[in-house]
Each structure stands twice: as structure tokens, then as C-alpha cells.
T-cell receptor, first 113, second 114 residues
């Protein structure tokens, strides 16, 4: 079964701190790895995504680190803000739809002011 | 530009009934995907439609079906509802491909099966 394992399940950080969420996948055919942010009562929103040909991608305070050999990737939120408090999902997908997209179970992030 | 809209937002059904959910994608988007979100199983992919054709399908029973119309609007149907079908059903649209074009999610339809 194609799985994506996400940890931790919940995370509490102080304002200004760094939030780190990790994901691991099994199927090496996956070649697109997005992160989604979801607020209560809303649908997920794409935050940032990476492909295996790069080891890191940064957009503002959000950075994805990708380790192809270990089949792991992580989301780093720098200078975490209370407005970042949300649930974060990692996912693994494939170009052309060869495999169905698979999601991690989610991480509930709380940033204390 | 209007976002992805889903109707209805909330729905209560009883076991054995069937239900149809509707999704209107962002104007110009031709790919529509459906997902089920539950506390127990998380986010799971149901199927994707592109230009009125099912392009990809997740591991759900045949009770779950969908279709897409020529204007890209999509519907999903669940027949013979079971208690376990209670979930948030999310629709997402993208220009053509969900892995190269940003996928935008709607707010979801909350289905409760009694």
C-alpha cells in the first residue's frame, strides 16, 4: 500500500520559533510533493511543493527539504506566527496520474503568541 | 475570480439512501478532483475528471461515482449510503494537471449519514 507517514501529529511552538513537520514515503514513483495548509471550516490550500530533482525549495518563511535517498521530506516554518496555527498535510503524487495522490495524516500546529 | 464552490455545504442522510454532491470549478479549470476527509482515514483521493473523462480513480467501492459536464462542473454520487461514508467531501480544481498547476480546494460538503 502506498503510504505517506507524517509526524508529529501535533506541534506547539512559540511565536518566532521554527516549526518542523516530517514526512516519509514509500513509492519511488512519486515525483511531486506538495504541502497543504488547512484552517478549520476551510478546504486545504497549497502552501509549497517540490519535485525530487531539487533538495530544497524556499518560499518566504516556508521551506521544503527533500532527501531522495531516504525518501523523506520536511516542511520548515521559520519565524512561526499565531496566524500559522492550522493543520498541515504533506502529500505524494505522480506526473500523469500514474499513481493516486496519497496524503499524510496531518499535523495540527499551534503557535502561541 | 470566484473560487471553487460546492453545494450543498451540509447534508444529512440515512443509511441506504443515495446522495449527489456538486462542484463548480474555477472558471477555465478543466481538471476536477474529489477527496474524502475523515478523522480516521485522513484525506483520501476519490477520482479525477478532465474534459468529461475520468482520468484517475482511488481505492473506493463502486458505490462512489462521479461525472463531469462540458462546462467542467462535476458531480459525485454515493449510492446505498453507509455510516462510514460520513465525511467532508472536498472538490479541487486545476487548470489541467494537479501536479503542474496549482490545485484549489473548495470548502467541502459535510455529509452525515444516520
Amino acid at each position: 500500500q502506498q503510504q505517506v507517514k507524517q509526524s508529529p501529529q501535533s506541534l506547539i511552538v512559540q511565536k518566532g520559533g521554527i516549526s518542523i513537520i516530517n514526512c516519509a514515503y514509500e513509492n519511488t514513483a512519486f515525483d511531486y510533493f506538495p504541502w497543504y495548509q488547512q484552517f478549520p471550516g476551510k478546504g486545504p490550500a497549497l502552501l509549497i511543493a517540490i519535485r525530487p530533482d531539487v533538495s530544497e525549495k524556499k518560499e518566504g518563511r516556508f521551506t521544503i527539504s527533500f532527501n531522495k535517498s531516504a525518501k523523506q521530506f520536511s516542511l520548515h516554518i521559520m519565524d512561526s506566527q499565531p496566524g500559522d496555527s492550522a493543520t498541515y498535510f504533506c502529500a505524494a503524487d505522480s506526473s500523469g496520474g500514474s499513481y493516486i495522490p496519497t496524503f499524510g495524516r496531518g499535523t495540527s500546529l499551534i503557535v502561541h503568541p | 475570480k470566484a473560487g471553487v464552490t460546492q453545494t450543498p455545504r451540509y447534508l444529512i442522510k440515512t443509511r441506504g439512501q443515495q446522495v449527489t454532491l456538486s462542484c463548480s470549478p474555477i472558471s477555465g479549470h478543466r481538471s476536477v478532483s474529489w477527496y474524502q476527509q475523515t478523522p480516521g482515514q485522513g484525506l483520501q483521493f476519490l477520482f479525477e475528471y478532465f474534459s468529461e473523462t475520468q482520468r484517475n480513480k482511488g481505492n473506493f467501492p463502486g458505490r462512489f461515482s462521479g461525472r463531469q459536464f462540458s462546462n467542467s462542473r462535476s458531480e459525485m454520487n454515493v449510492s446505498t449510503l453507509e455510516l462510514g461514508d460520513s465525511a467532508l467531501y472536498l472538490c479541487a480544481s486545476s487548470w489541467e494537471d494537479r501536479d503542474t498547476d496549482t490545485q484549489y480546494f473548495g470548502p467541502g460538503t459535510r455529509l452525515t449519514v444516520l
